[in-house]
């Protein structure tokens, strides 16, 4: 500024300063860097020539601060920025889509990038910092990372129309599915009751496999709802 206005005074206007603050200012850089780079005289004041080499150079590292500083107002504001989140499926394909709608509508200046994945999956892409942040069921508990539960599911049975358990009117127990084909997910990995019915040797964490699996009538699992 002082450069343009050829003024300390006139610079200390345009910056609303003291005129003692811009000259120290002054001083406090060409003492550090060992060089002159504005010449006063009692009637004028202007640039050097390692000032003029320097003008062009400092004011765009001027521009590229004040840039900076509008880009980190704007995330702070939630006017501009990137999200990024890795979910299940059922999640991404029930829940999302209005959410993402109005999510887009309130805040347009945000980029969103979103994963789909088994909740083992969605976990790994947590802990390696992948994504922001991941919904999915808890595969694993891990003192890393923060868990907040969203909402409980209610599980239904999901086989064949022909498969013998499709003619069951009745809720269906865990203990019922020890003589069938079991197809596990990533859902169903996580449950506690799974457990108890042993290890399957049919895992199809990708929904479309599974689907196909099941259509196929290979055996049955279950789904949240």
Known sequence: MVAKEGSFNRAAEKLSRTQPAITLAVKQLEEFIGLKLIERTTRSVSTTTEGENF??????LV????????DLRATSERRSGHVSMAVVPSVATNLLPEIIKTFAAEFPGINLHLDDDSSRGVQHRVERNEVDFGIGSMWKPNKVLKFTPLFADKLELICHRDHELAQNTAAIAWTQLDNVTFLDTGITKTLRARHDAGESKFNFPNITTLVAMLRSNLGVSVRGT
């Open 55 to 60: 003008l062009p150079i400092a004011e765009r």
């Open 63 to 70: 521009r590229d601060f004040d840039a900076a500083i509008h």
